[in-house]
């Protein structure tokens, strides 16, 4: 029972086999027992083991993928014999203990990973799990893709793109009840970063629509880390992919965007360190779709000129004025975000230079024009990374209006 893994391991050295945990005996009778109860015990007991020992690891990753690989594929209608082989997969592909051993030791971990990725139609087998109705099999099969795509991206990337309808597989766990939406998304998140067909997939399944939905019924910036990892997925989507920007301006719009850096009434002073993170997600996407390409200069690019327009329609620039001049209990890293957003939305755009030269902030007697306001955090900030950011911003503007300029340097006081 020696398996592919014996190829990787090599068969001259057997001490790994003295000390397998007994990982062989409970193979055997997973393999060859006859009584069904018999071979469920020795899959728990296999699970336990592979769980808590190293060395375990090592010998189940020399001959235990066949075994359990041939479960999933012949028993499928013994939900208890499925259920413990995955989990024990799970625990056969996690790190026991990352920070010992050396450096150059062999990780068990990392390589059942390489070896169970190797296979394309392991992988297939598992997208098909996907269909069952059990919880905890579809549970443990996305945490098991999830191991396997954290070790081995590049590899898992190419096996669920060969799979017919892999993806979309995975999209319907969106769809599912929370706790399997949650790990479906997770795994998203790391299977659409540098992958710009996966991403093109994964929006034309709907992500958008599903990735503000999720956000929208979480609480939106108030929400939890499912909310950032959502945020996470939808920046994946949207990086260096003038493509996906377009479909999300033309289909769900960017009012949905806009509305993730609404403040509820009350709540402008209480930032949560997940508030913060959820906002510096949000943020970003609005820095990304204010990028532009890297291959056309900024003035004759379509697409930032047209997000640069529906933004101001918008009425970003007042939310983006609220976080980074009239709510000072936002962290640093939010201000500053909100301060180099204002910069890339008027950067080249005449309209919304004029917006950002006539906007004014305050009430009654404290009104005065925002640029002020801008320039005050300029010169009076203590943070180094806000001075940059507030000069960033009169950077961008300066390029289109000097006038303005000189309009704000005569009022300052």
Known sequence: MQGVGGLAFGSGDHSFEDDDSGVERLLDRISNGVLAEDRRAAIAELQAVVSESSSAQLAFGAMGFPVLMSILKEERDDVEMVRGALETLVNALTPIDATSGAYNEVQPALMNSELLSREGESISLLLSLLTEDDFYIKYY??????????????????????????ITSLMDMLMDREVIRNEALLLLTYLTREAEEIQKIVVFEGAFEKIFNIIKEEGGSEGGIVVQD????????????????????????????VSLLKLRKGSADGFTRQKTVNLLGALETVALLLAGSSDTEYAKDANRISNQTVFSQKKLLDLLLMLCVESRWAA??????????????????????????????????????????????????????????????????????????????????
Not at 147 to 163: F, G, K, M, V, Y
Not at 373 to 390: D, G, K, M
């Open 141 to 166: 099969t996305l945490q098991l893709l999830t191991a396997l795509i954290t070790n081995c991206r590049t590899r898992l990337q190419e096996a669920i793109l060969a799979t017919p309808r892999g």
């Open 230 to 257: 959502c945020l996470e997925l939808l920046n994946n989507l949207l990086r260096n992919n003038p493509t996906n920007q377009i479909l999300l301006r033309e289909t769900i719009g960017l009012q949905t965007v």
């Open 332 to 413: 640093v890293a939010v201000r500053c975000a909100a301060l180099r957003c204002i910069g890339d939305l008027v950067l080249g755009h005449a309209q919304n230079c004029d917006a950002l030269g006539s906007k004014v902030l305050g009430e009654g007697l404290d009104v005065e024009p925002a640029l002020n306001s801008i320039l005050r955090i300029f010169l009076r900030t203590s943070s180094l990374q806000e001075c940059i950011a507030a000069e960033y911003v009169f950077k961008c503007f300066c390029e289109a209006r000097f006038y303005w300029i000189c309009i704000v340097l005569s009022d300052f006081k």
